[in-house]
Nanobody, 123 residues
């Protein structure tokens, strides 16, 4: 089973940038969809972006489109989320998961969320 681990979060000021990494172990992501999710305190987890690794098709939430870019490495062992022009409302714990479904835990019973990586944007 492929396991994903997030990294790259941090504290930035509004307008700053971060690049998150989702590293795979135990296999490649050639035939996976990989989604970046985020969850702010007191709010539901939301899908920010996802990528279909077999063809590179990408999707973005309205808030992410134009600011964030999802991509994968050539070895298909990592997926990245380049986040530019970060705003305070982007503050959340960011997770990656092998799905583009916006609610995989509810729909598919997915329960393998990791610790995520904290992104904090100050104003």
């Amino acid at each position: 089973q492929v396991t994903l681990a997030e990294s790259g979060g941090g504290l930035v000021q509004a307008g700053g940038s971060l690049r998150l990494s989702c590293a795979a172990s135990g296999g490649t992501l050639n035939y996976y969809t990989v989604g970046w999710f985020r969850q702010a305190p007191g709010k539901e987890r939301e899908l920010v972006s996802c990528i279909q690794n077999w063809d590179g098709t990408t999707r973005y939430s309205d808030s992410a489109k134009g600011r964030f870019t999802i991509s994968g490495d050539t070895a298909k062992t990592a997926v990245f989320l380049q986040m530019n022009n970060l705003q305070p409302e982007d503050t959340a714990v960011y997770y990656c998961a092998p799905t583009c479904n916006p609610a995989p835990d509810a729909v598919w019973g997915y329960s393998y969320w990791g610790q995520g990586t904290q992104v904090t944007v100050s104003s």
